[in-house]
């Protein structure tokens, strides 16, 4: 399995830190992504960086790749209270028909 | 508007019943998917679609059924053989390939009395 695993489980910050959550994965990817969850709802997708790519910005978001190390970061700047959420990594294979791997999750909690 | 429904969002079950997930989208796109969520868990695949009249197992299929006899429709059956059925699901679809996001519809809890 490719799963993704992130780091930490749990993020607690307050409003306008910077929070980081880490990847990691097992096999040899063509992209990952990152989802967000809102408690009770489905993912929304955030941002994909291909294998080639080793860093990609949107917003506030910042993530990079390292395709040596299996690893992923996501960096959320100036946070704010609506970013209490659970941010997940996907990846996704080499194959042409291959499905999204998904981590646990980080639950992040920005409090104001 | 363009998206993925599903129904109901809330749902309960008596053990030994089986029930069917809806799952219907509006984005054309050819490939569907189902996952299950426990609590603090992440998103473990039960069946997946990438073509009508087409269905693959994911890594938990076993108590579950779908069928694809339409594109916009991916309806999941939670049998009365899963042995425990309550959890979040979640519906997803996207153009099927490499380097394409996926689009989520809001879930459906299962709660089985």
């Known amino acids: 399995s490719q799963q993704g695993e992130e780091d930490p489980q749990a993020l607690s910050i307050q409003e306008g830190e910077n929070a980081t959550m880490n990847c990691s994965y097992k096999t040899s990817i063509n992209n990952l992504q990152w989802y967000r969850q809102n408690s009770g709802r489905g993912l929304v997708h955030l941002i994909l960086i291909r294998s080639n790519e080793r860093e990609k910005h949107s917003g506030r978001l910042r993530v990079t790749l390292d395709t040596s190390k299996k690893s992923s970061s996501l960096l959320i700047t100036a946070s704010r209270a609506a970013d209490t959420a659970s941010y997940f990594c996907a990846t996704d294979g080499k194959s042409g028909y291959s499905t999204l791997t998904f981590g646990k999750g980080t639950m992040l909690l920005v409090s104001p | 508007d363009g998206g993925i429904t599903q129904s109901p969002k809330y749902l309960f079950r008596k053990e030994g019943q089986n029930v069917t997930l809806s799952c219907e989208q509006n984005?054309?796109?050819?490939?569907m998917y189902w996952y299950r969520q426990d609590p603090g868990q992440g998103l473990r695949l039960i069946y997946y679609?990438?073509?009508?009249?087409?269905?693959q197992k994911g890594d938990i299929a076993e108590g579950y059924s779908v069928s694809r006899e339409k594109k916009e429709s991916f309806p999941l059956t939670v049998t009365s053989a899963q042995k425990n059925p309550t959890a979040f699901y979640l519906c997803?679809?996207?153009?099927?390939?490499?380097?394409?996001?996926?689009?989520f519809g809001p879930g459906t809890r299962l709660t089985v009395l």
């Open positions: 997803a679809s996207r153009t099927p390939g490499l380097g394409h996001e996926q689009f």
């Open positions: 679609s990438q073509i009508v009249n087409d269905f």
């Open positions: 984005l054309n796109h050819d490939a």
